[in-house]
């Protein structure tokens, strides 16, 4: 069965950097429609934090803008997250997670919600002081 394992998780300093890594398995990551990090904080909703396509087009929220990276890793069939310039608001439970398209109506789409996603990993925690 399909499944995600988020690694790279840790506690850092503002201003500091991690890498998060997510392994999938019995699908491959390079001809996924879609897959995306997302992150929850304690009394807060999951929010998207990136996603990339099977294109290789990629989107971020604005609070990671220029700080984060999302990417693929063909060869060993994972998704990371490169996340510098750490700041204490990036503290949350990070999720990787894959979709198919969704259908608005008229027109195939990427996917714009966490309900949208198919698949999820069970998270890796991230803490900035």
């Known amino acids: 069965h399909v499944q995600l394992v988020e690694s790279g998780g840790g506690s850092v300093q503002a201003g500091g950097s991690l890498r998060l890594s997510c392994a999938a398995s019995?699908?491959?990551?390079?001809?996924?429609?879609?897959m995306g990090w997302f992150r929850q904080a304690p009394g807060k909703e999951r929010e998207g934090v990136a996603r990339i396509d099977s294109d290789g087009r990629t989107s971020y929220a604005d609070s990671v803008k220029g700080r984060f990276t999302i990417s693929k890793e063909n060869a060993k069939n994972t998704l990371n997250l490169q996340m510098n310039s750490l700041k204490p608001e990036d503290t949350a439970r990070y999720y990787c997670?894959?979709?198919?398209?969704?259908?608005?109506?008229?027109?195939?789409?990427?996917?714009?919600?966490?309900?949208?996603?198919?698949?999820w990993g069970q998270g890796t925690q991230v803490t900035v002081s």
């Open positions: 997670a894959a979709a198919y398209e969704v259908w608005y109506g008229d027109h195939w789409g990427l996917p714009n919600r966490p309900q949208d996603y198919t698949y």
């Open positions: 019995e699908f491959t990551v390079s001809r996924y429609y879609c």
